[in-house]
């Protein structure tokens, strides 16, 4: 893992995480408890009410409705003014005391505000995704400088609204077109088109007759084909110049984005959904592979590595002395910083002239 083994790792959890984890954890049970507390003060409500309209007017009486509204109004309204502060600020002084440390560990030097994440204008810039964005959010924005490679990298949830005409009427779907770590990276390099990386889903399933419905079918460019096949089993390539194509996927590089597909899949237990093709989700049980999008742009390059989960926030209702969870944060956190390292892109040879 990076630039540290296993050992290290341990030995820095001991001494400066778990301790912090064990002052935590006292909060997180104080959080619980007035969760559960106002659960059964509701659920207590909801019961004397419920005994109320069974002995007014009988069990289906527009009393018993209003009754059950009226509760789930009521915890709505006390959650959102009491324990939705608690729990942002459980999340927060979490994130600060041990999502920094380790970032800290990792890569020292390095920013983080756990409220900030990567804007629109720059996931939209990437050209990976092309959907209309009708929701977007996010968190947990790292930046700075690894080696001499300017970079920032941010968790996002990007979504859109689809309508749909049923014989109930029309119904809206929100369709989830990007969920996970989202990077960008100086290139060190200047170049005259974009190219787009894509999982290669229609390779994998439809073989030959997949490629050609690449070609045949892509908004992004031509299709652009490389001697690698261990990189075109991973990924198809989009792009406006097949001789420039060439000239930023290196024979080298190619290489190193396989090795990295491979390390981001390394622990296949969050297996991803398909959802930027929405209408071909039944693949998802076919699918083994953690989707790894890449894209050079204007002397950039960004990535994007899908996640199911939330990377780096705690759940209320488990311990947080648990070393597995928080080396799980710390995977993900060296797979994110570890991309420069991993692709070379603090080599010079890359240099802007």
Do not use: C
């Amino acid at each position: 893992m990076g630039n540290h083994s296993i050992g290290e790792f341990e030995k820095y959890y001991q001494s400066a995480i778990l301790p912090q984890l064990k002052e935590l954890e006292t909060k997180r049970k104080e959080v619980l408890q007035k969760t559960i507390f106002l659960i059964l003060i509701v659920g207590s409500v909801f019961i004397l009410l419920l005994l109320i309209a069974v002995f007014m007017a009988g069990m289906f009486s527009p009393f018993l409705i209003s009754a059950a509204i009226l509760s789930v109004v009521v915890y709505i309204i006390i959650d959102r003014l009491t324990l939705y502060k608690y729990r942002k600020q459980f999340i927060l002084e979490f994130k600060m005391e041990v999502i920094k440390k380790l970032i800290d560990f990792l890569s020292p030097g390095l920013s983080y505000d756990p409220d900030r994440y990567i804007p629109a204008s720059t996931f939209r810039s990437s050209q990976i995704f092309l959907d209309r964005i009708d929701r977007y959010k996010g968190d947990d924005l790292v930046w700075g400088n690894v080696g001499g490679t300017a970079l920032e990298f941010s968790e996002l949830t990007v979504q859109k609204e689809e309508k749909r005409h049923t014989s109930k009427g029309t119904q809206t779907q929100i369709v989830t077109i990007f969920k996970g770590l989202f990077f960008v990276a100086d290139f060190n390099k200047e170049f005259k088109g974009s190219y787009v990386l894509l999982p290669d889903l229609a390779q994998k399933f439809l073989g030959h007759l997949g490629q050609k419905l690449q070609s045949i079918f892509s908004l992004r460019g031509e299709l652009i084909k490389l001697e690698d096949p261990e990189f075109e089993k991973r990924f198809r390539v989009y792009g406006t110049d097949q001789i420039e194509a060439r000239y930023i996927l290196s024979t080298s590089l190619m290489k190193r984005m396989v090795d990295f597909w491979d390390k981001a899949n390394a622990n296949r237990n969050q297996i991803v959904d398909v959802k930027f093709i929405p209408r071909l989700r039944f693949l998802n049980n076919f699918m083994d592979n953690r989707m790894v999008y890449v894209s050079f742009v204007a002397s950039k390059m960004y990535m994007g590595i899908a996640y199911r989960k939330n990377l780096f926030e705690p759940k209320i209702t488990r311990s947080l002395i648990d070393y597995q969870k928080i080396l799980e944060y710390y995977e993900d956190l060296d797979l994110a910083l570890g991309i420069v390292h991993d692709l070379n892109l603090n080599t010079r040879i890359w240099s802007k002239t």
